[in-house]
């Protein structure tokens, strides 16, 4: 069936350029996608939405699941990413200005990494106070590569196509967002699977209360009874365990994407 789907997929991606290079006016030239700083910049603006939705999914079920903390706490921690966010992005135009776009992509990026891995160390009981200057850290980040990526997709193609790649940047990184929350999380949830019966056996839960454990969170089902602290102890380990994943994956594919940045994007500074 998957390999079906597949040839199916293929098939139409095929069948769409044909037509595209056909129009006397394309919706989406895929000629552009000759140029190499085009692509890179269509990477990057998928890459910019997977981490920065994937990571605020990962971070909030972080919160509300392995330290049990309300709707209300969980928003206010999510205001100092999101806070960062908007400042940055709001300021980015003096940088590109300045510098042109791949500096402010390529550091992103690479800042994007920094906080990824270094969130991937938080455990259940990591206070906020130690881990907020990373939440604004990965909100600059995300701030620096979102708003110089579409002047860099601009930049990349002739004036009269300017709203074709504004256009395709905007759906890249629509696909970027879907990937980035489906992608991690799937990640997260086999992780916590397959790491749950390790942290059950170390709390000395024993059957059957193991195997309907295992059951229930591999269902997805959530019980009408509290659970006893232990249980409840190897289900936040398990989860961080799934966040943590997550995380690092996260923290690679944001370095790969950087140098992929740093190489193929041409720097073309606006003229004061």
Do not use: C
Request: proline fraction near 4%; avoid cysteine.
């Amino acid at each position: 069936m998957l390999h079906w789907v597949e040839l199916t997929s293929a098939y139409a991606s095929q069948t769409i350029s044909l037509v595209e290079l056909r129009a006397s006016a394309p919706m989406l030239d895929v000629r552009l996608f000759r140029s190499a700083s085009f692509s890179a910049v269509m990477v990057v603006g998928a890459v910019s939405l997977f981490g920065f939705t994937g990571v605020a999914i990962l971070l909030v079920l972080f919160h509300e699941r392995a330290q049990a903390l309300s709707p209300l706490d969980t928003g206010w921690r999510m205001l100092v990413l999101f806070g960062a966010y908007v400042l940055v992005a709001f300021n980015a135009g003096r940088a590109i200005r300045r510098t042109g776009f791949k500096a402010p992509l390529t550091l992103g990026l690479v800042l994007g990494a920094v906080a990824s891995f270094a969130l991937a160390n938080q455990g259940p009981t990591t206070s906020f106070g130690d881990r907020w200057a990373l939440f604004a850290l990965f909100g600059a980040a995300a701030g620096l590569v979102v708003a110089p990526a579409t002047a860099a997709a601009l930049a990349s193609v002739a004036p009269a196509q300017a709203g074709m790649a504004s256009g395709a940047v905007n759906a890249a990184r629509q696909v970027g967002s879907v990937l980035g929350s489906s992608v991690l999380g799937t990640l997260l949830t086999t992780t916590m699977v397959a790491d749950l019966p390790d942290r059950l056996a170390a709390h000395q839960i024993g059957e059957p209360t193991r195997t309907a454990v295992q059951a229930a969170v591999a269902s997805g089902a959530n019980g009408a009874q509290p659970l006893p602290d232990p249980v409840r102890a190897a289900i936040a380990e398990a989860l961080t365990s799934g966040v943590q994943a997550g995380l690092r994956v996260n923290g690679v594919v944001f370095l790969v994407t950087a140098v992929l940045a740093l190489t193929l994007i041409r720097n073309r500074p606006h003229q004061h």
